[in-house]
Nanobody, 117 residues
Framework: QVQLVESGGGLVQAGGSLRLSCAAS??????????MSWYRQAPRKQRELVAT???????TYADSVKGRFTISRDNAKNTAYLQMNSLEPEDTAVYYC?????????WGQGIQVTVSS
């Protein structure tokens, strides 16, 4: 069983920045095979995909965060990141890390991000 632990959330003012981290409890060699994604779920809304980075480094983003968020990974540290800039109140949500390989998918426990106006 793979464990994913998110960190870096919190309260920030609109226009500010946060960097989320997702540390995986596997070796770097195994971690490098995973596609890593960040999802978020705001109150009374469905969980939505925010960004993905594949095992070869290809990145994709939701339209709502393009140009503001950057997903990255450090396989040597078994960690994925989400750099969030120019945060807006609409970005307030619980953010979840997801690791996926073949038919297997793993989730972190989620971390709160709150952006005040």
């Amino acid at each position: 069983q793979v464990q994913l632990v998110e960190s870096g959330g919190g309260l920030v003012q609109a226009g500010g920045s946060l960097r989320l981290s997702c540390a995986a409890s596997v070796s770097g060699k195994i971690f490098s095979t995973y596609a890593m994604s960040w999802y978020r779920q705001a109150p009374r809304k469905q969980r939505e995909l925010v960004a993905t980075i594949t095992n070869i480094g290809t990145t994709t983003y939701a339209d709502s965060v393009k140009g503001r968020f950057t997903i990255s990974r450090d396989n040597a540290k078994n960690t994925a990141y989400l750099q969030m800039n120019s945060l807006e109140p609409e970005d307030t949500a619980v953010y979840y890390c997801n690791a996926r390989v073949t038919v297997f998918a793993y989730w972190g426990q989620g971390i709160q991000v709150t952006v005040s106006s």
